[in-house]
């Protein structure tokens, strides 16, 4: 049963509403394996979808989450909940566009 404690389920909000998952996922999974899971599971019909995890910012109780955290450091209090499902925030950072600007 102690491992039904260190899973967590997620589900990834974006912008427009929509949602990716939920899917369960060991505490120990770091931010930047969900990331990677954002990219494969991207909806292909949305359009500026990202092309890297450094063009996925993830959110969670009000937070930026970085890529070398695990998801169990970065659990809010309210995921201790038996049977909830964590709600992450998807944002998308456009392309760059320093390098032609003066």
């Known amino acids: 049963m102690a491992e039904v404690q260190d899973q967590l389920e997620i589900k990834f909000r974006l912008t427009d509403g929509s949602d990716i998952g939920p899917k369960s ?10 990331k990677e899971s ?29 890529n070398n955290r695990t998801v169990g450091e970065c659990r809010s209090p309210l995921c201790d909940i038996p049977g909830g499902v964590t709600t992450m925030h998807v944002v998308v950072q456009p392309p760059s566009l320093e390098k032609g600007k003066e």
């Open 25 to 34: 996922f060991p505490a120990a999974t770091s931010v930047a394996t969900l």
């Open 38 to 66: 954002i990219l494969t599971q991207w909806p292909k019909e949305k359009e500026n979808g990202p092309r890297t995890i450094k063009d996925v910012k993830l959110i969670s109780a009000g937070k930026i989450l970085e």
